[in-house]
Every structure is written in structure tokens, then in C-alpha cells.
């Protein structure tokens, strides 16, 4: 399945932004949909997962009640909402797709990254 992140920018502390994910290439409700992010200077790490329905959501600790993932399915997209954005929220931001369930670490498929910088 092929990816494309897409939304990302410059915000203010507090502000928010809106990521998408374009999939295609294959059945896109065969997988479940994440978001990972990567800063400068560290490793890559897991932002939120979405089951293949919509259903079910994880979050890492660091964006739980801030950050809301959601699918379309329809139109074989993901999304994340980022709002209450902080300065430590910036880096660059990757979809990807895997099979199982939300708490997978096992991601097939990535897409290239949108930047998200986040000013004080």
C-alpha cells in the first residue's frame, strides 16, 4: 500500500493542525493506520493508532486528550488531529499501515513525513 502524509506546517504554541493520509494500492480496511513522529536528534516514536473500522484508538501518553485519530474509509484516508499543539510537538510527522491490532509495533508501509513545527 502506498502512502501520503499531507497537512503538516507552522503553528503557535496552543494552535492547531489537521494531518491526512492518503493510502492506496490496496485494500485500505485490511489495515490499521498509525502515526509516528520523529524529531531532531531522536528516535522515531509511535503518536496514535486507528483499528481497521474506526472503533478502537491508541494514543501515546504524550498526546492523549490532545491528539485525535480518525479514518475514512470510504475515501481511503487517515487522519490526525493535533490541537493544544506544544513546542516539544514538533518534528516530522509519518503515517504507516500494518496488520493486527492497534497495539502492533509491526508497520509494513510508511508514507514520506510532513513537517510539523510548533513556535513558542
Known amino acids: 500500500v502506498q502512502l501520503q502524509a499531507s497537512g503538516g506546517g507552522l503553528v503557535q504554541a496552543g494552535g492547531s493542525l489537521r494531518l491526512s493520509c492518503a493510502a492506496s494500492?490496496?485494500?485500505?480496511?485490511?489495515?490499521?493506520m498509525g502515526w509516528f513522529r520523529q524529531a531532531p536528534e531522536k528516535e522515531r516514536e509511535f503518536v496514535a493508532a486507528i483499528d481497521w473500522n474506526g472503533d478502537r484508538g491508541h494514543y501515546a501518553d504524550s498526546v492523549k486528550g490532545r491528539f485525535t485519530i480518525s479514518r475514512d474509509n470510504a475515501k481511503n484516508t487517515a487522519s490526525l488531529q493535533m490541537d493544544s499543539l506544544r513546542p516539544e510537538d514538533t518534528a516530522v510527522y509519518y503515517c504507516a499501515a500494518a496488520m493486527g491490532t492497534v497495539y502492533t509495533s509491526r508497520y509494513d508501509y510508511w508514507g514520506q513525513g510532513t513537517q510539523v513545527t510548533v513556535s513558542s
Open positions: 494500492g490496496r485494500r485500505f480496511t485490511d489495515y490499521i
